[in-house]
């Protein structure tokens, strides 16, 4: 935005959250990755085992931490 020069001074902003997950919840979304599709079909069974097993041994639940952050700035005006 800077090298730009059409802008004025960038601001950020940054949020950070956490969200807690089921077993049934994590394993529900794996397969929504980009890398999914290209792993054998025995391979993703194999895979959502195993993260089965480890949440359940997490008693059933754990947390991510997030952080999402934004970039804004104005246009800067027409001379």
Same mark, same amino acid.
């Given at each position: 935005?800077?090298?730009?020069?059409?802008?004025?001074e960038?601001?950020?902003?940054? $949020?950070?959250?956490?969200r807690?997950?089921?077993?049934?919840?994590?394993?529900? !979304?794996?397969? /929504?990755s980009?890398?999914? &599709?290209q792993?054998p079909?025995?391979g993703q069974?194999e895979?959502?085992?195993? $993260?089965?097993a480890?949440?359940?041994?997490?008693?059933?639940?754990?947390?991510? !931490?997030?952080a /999402?952050?934004a970039?804004? &700035?104005?246009?800067?005006?027409?001379?």
């Amino acid at each position: 935005m800077r090298e730009a020069d059409a802008f004025g001074e960038p601001e950020q902003w940054r $949020f950070d959250w956490d969200r807690r997950y089921t077993r049934d919840e994590w394993l529900d !979304q794996v397969p /929504t990755s980009a890398f999914w &599709a290209q792993i054998p079909v025995a391979g993703q069974r194999e895979i959502l085992a195993g $993260f089965g097993a480890a949440i359940d041994a997490a008693d059933g639940s754990f947390t991510v !931490q997030y952080a /999402t952050v934004a970039v804004t &700035a104005a246009r800067a005006s027409a001379a």
